[in-house]
């Protein structure tokens, strides 16, 4: 499962909310990871 469009896709697709299916092994330079972190301000 791909999640979140790139620069690469067309602006149908470029959004958080895009998935795709890819083979596990699939390269290209199209795919990468996003860090996510969380903080709780009180």
Not at 8 to 33: D, K, M, V, W
Request: charged fraction near 20%; aromatic fraction near 8%; glycine fraction near 10%.
């Amino acid at each position: 499962m791909v999640r979140g469009g790139s620069w690469n896709n067309n602006r149908e697709n470029a959004r958080c909310a895009y998935r795709n299916s890819t083979h596990p092994g699939n390269r290209n330079n199209n795919l990468g990871f996003r860090v996510l972190c969380v903080s709780h301000i009180e």
